[in-house]
């Protein structure tokens, strides 16, 4: 236990106890957050005249000086560490009132917050990135047709700048909550206290403000008691992660031979150690494993948040780990993805694959709808019996013609078609069927190219707006860092002889 917390209401911790409970491994990445925030309250603090501008002035000068903060395996986390360096800086005096109307509860909640607010920002620009490739990708492959799947087996034929499109729109929909997620992360809770705020004057909107923050999180408990900002992005995170998964699913199925649809980069793959034709997807394999790790610290926070009495309990300083993970691994996957994509080369032989020429089922029911008034649901039966028996014979839709379609029309459902060759033949061209799809959404290369600018606008849209809001928190830090000096700097001689009060 930290020195200055001993000799009170307890003599001392064991070691073994303050190691198994210490956060100090994971709360390097809050270091420059908690310096942050001691800057602010103590400018609010001098602001307030809650303590005199001399010993104010002295503290933001001993702050100011922090270039790396040490954290000793004798303090259980960082901020109490801050507090120790400070203290032994500005001696006991002084340093002493730098908790004065604060808590670790408020502290830690909000450098979590700030902290978050900036990996989200990247996140976001991340994932604005792989859209970037993907739309970028698409272009090149408006009118390359590839076989579409449903329970992985041959569905219809689509094109693969439709295919990347599909994952676009799912990225944007992730793009979308996380910026609602950050509206909700970027409150503020310093003056929360443990759970009460304090009775002292403070002034909880100027910290806010300082820190950057667009508000205060109002309500004392819910500020240091709530966690349901990281559960919602991890949530995030998760949705994330299962579509990058299934991205890198389909990936390594295509790059399959048996598949072919893909050819990965030899940069992206590795080999096999006794193997030598062997050409791994490993990338995308370990971007699929990884994914697993993000639906895991999502059960395993949502678990721990679930049991939890009201307000704060140091089973969320085992939460925060899993947030941190999550996003690194998010980021990481994103950014290899937005590398792997632009590279990849289509090899589809779609034409030569016999099996293939089955696509064009749908499209030849909806010809006998359209072209010789029959119910959707005979034809539906009527072409399916004709797949059938061209299966059952090892032959393909190439080999179908009007009099076998007629005899199976006849056999089946009891009709009597007389079908041309020409409508045949125009229903079994991939090329034609995708053309034919030209509703809104669809794959046909019209469509699909309206889609595409579409898309771009909205790229270029989200990385203005993104790097509004990284200017934003840049110069929050600059006002506040500007603040600090003018403070360090300046007197208050009717400020300098008041003693701490706090309102009775």
Not at 126 to 150: C, F, N, P, W
């Amino acid at each position: 236990m930290s020195g200055i917390l001993q000799g009170g209401r307890l003599r001392s911790t064991r070691k073994d106890v303050v190691k198994f409970t210490s956060s100090l491994k994971d709360d390097r990445k809050l270091s420059n957050a908690v310096v942050a925030i001691n800057k602010a309250h103590i400018v609010m603090l001098m602001e307030q005249k809650i303590i005199s501008w001399q010993d104010g002035a002295k503290l933001l000068e001993v702050l100011s000086q922090f270039s790396h903060i040490k954290l000793k395996s004798s303090v259980e986390d960082v901020h109490v560490a801050v507090e120790e360096e400070v203290t032994e800086r500005a001696g006991l005096k002084i340093g002493g009132n730098l908790n004065i109307a604060k808590s670790r509860n408020d502290q830690v909640a909000t450098a979590i917050r700030m902290e978050l607010r900036k990996d989200l920002i990247q996140l976001m620009f991340s994932v604005v990135a792989m859209q970037d490739a993907l739309v970028k990708t698409a272009e090149k492959h408006v009118r390359t047709v590839i076989l579409g799947y449903t329970h992985l087996q041959p569905a219809q034929p689509i094109t693969f700048a439709h295919y990347l499109l599909s994952h676009t729109d799912a990225l944007e929909r992730d793009l979308q909550r996380l910026e609602e997620t950050f509206e909700r992360v970027n409150l503020c809770p310093m003056g929360a206290g443990a759970l009460a705020t304090s009775s002292f004057p403070i002034n909880r909107d100027r910290v806010a403000a300082l820190l950057g923050f667009d508000d205060v999180m109002e309500n004392s408990i819910d500020a240091v008691g709530s966690r349901d900002f990281i559960l919602e992005t991890l949530a995030i995170l998760t949705l994330i992660a299962v579509n990058m998964s299934r991205l890198a699913e389909d990936l390594i199925i295509w790059s399959s031979a048996d598949f072919g649809v893909i050819d990965l980069p030899d940069s992206f793959s590795s080999t096999s150690s006794i193997m030598p034709q062997k050409k791994n997807p490993d990338v995308l394999e370990v971007i699929r494993a990884r994914a697993s790790h993000m639906l895991g610290n999502f059960v395993t926070s949502t678990t721990t948040m679930k049991a939890l009495p009201s307000s704060y309990n140091l089973d969320f300083q085992e939460i925060t780990p899993r947030l941190w993970e999550s996003l690194e691994i998010t980021i990481a996957s994103l950014d290899m993805f937005s590398k792997l994509v632009p590279n990849f080369k289509v090899t589809a032989n779609f034409f030569d694959k016999a099996l293939i020429s089955f696509s064009a089922a749908t499209e030849l029911a909806n010809m006998l709808v359209r072209k010789y008034n029959v119910p959707f649901r005979v034809a539906h039966k009527i072409v399916g019996a004709l797949v059938r028996v061209l299966t059952e014979s090892k032959l393909t839709f190439l080999d179908a013609t009007p009099e076998l379609l007629q005899k199976v029309a006849q056999n089946c459902a009891e009709l009597k078609l007389n079908v041309s060759v020409e409508d045949i033949c125009e229903v079994v061209d991939p090329s034609e069927l995708v053309e034919a799809c030209n509703v809104r959404g669809g794959p046909s290369s019209p469509e699909v190219n309206r889609m595409l600018q579409i898309r771009k606008k909205r790229i270029i849209l989200s990385r203005s707006n993104l790097t509004k809001k990284k200017r934003k928190l840049a110069e929050a830090n600059d006002k506040l860092e500007s603040t600090v000096k003018s403070h360090s700097l300046s007197q208050d001689s009717g400020a300098q002889n008041l003693k701490i009060k706090a309102v009775r």
